[in-house]
């Protein structure tokens, strides 16, 4: 990490010097494992908005989160995963018309995948919007989902397939 410069504004501050503070703390303990991140991220992110601050902290909590749910899309589509008895929906929500203060028309998005991690292969995918049964394709152990084009939004249902009995 930098040291903080006590005077000037932090573009035109120079001379500074590394603090040898860890920017990342990070322990194992039996099967867990406890980070920290020892800055605001979260706000430096906000104010300065650079893709590698981003990258930092996804790299940071990924690991520790076993994240199931991927995607293929722009950064501008949010994705909320959830869970029930039955298996996964993913929301997507098309927030290319945001502004910093306002919104404006969105745009349609089109060309994205759903990636399901520690699938088994036997699920299938419909987007609940234009209530469709989606196209997928295992990928290692990661299930591939191809999307529809996302217009404000839609849920993508992602179940075990039925069983079939023999006669």
Do not use: C
């Not at 104010?47 to 940071?60: N, P, Q, Y």
């Amino acid at each position: 990490m930098l040291a903080q410069v006590p005077w000037g504004p932090p573009g035109l501050s120079y001379g500074h010097t590394l603090s040898g503070d860890p920017a990342v703390a990070s322990i194992r303990y039996g099967s867990g494992v406890s980070s920290m991140i020892t800055w605001t991220i979260g706000r430096t992110y906000r104010e300065f908005a650079k893709t590698g601050i981003r990258e930092h902290l996804l790299s940071v909590v990924e690991p520790l989160a076993d994240v199931r749910v991927g995607a293929s899309l722009p950064e501008q589509v949010e994705l909320v995963p959830g869970r029930d008895d039955e298996g996964h929906g993913v929301h997507l929500l098309n927030q290319t018309g945001a502004r910093r203060r306002s919104f404006g028309p969105h745009v349609p998005v089109g060309n994205g995948r759903l990636v399901l991690h520690h699938a088994t292969g036997n699920e299938s995918a419909t987007s609940l919007v234009t209530r469709q049964e989606l196209d997928t394709r295992m990928d290692g152990r990661a299930l591939v989902i191809d999307l529809p084009v996302i217009d404000l939004f839609d849920v993508i249902s992602i179940r075990p397939a039925p069983v079939r009995e023999n006669r």
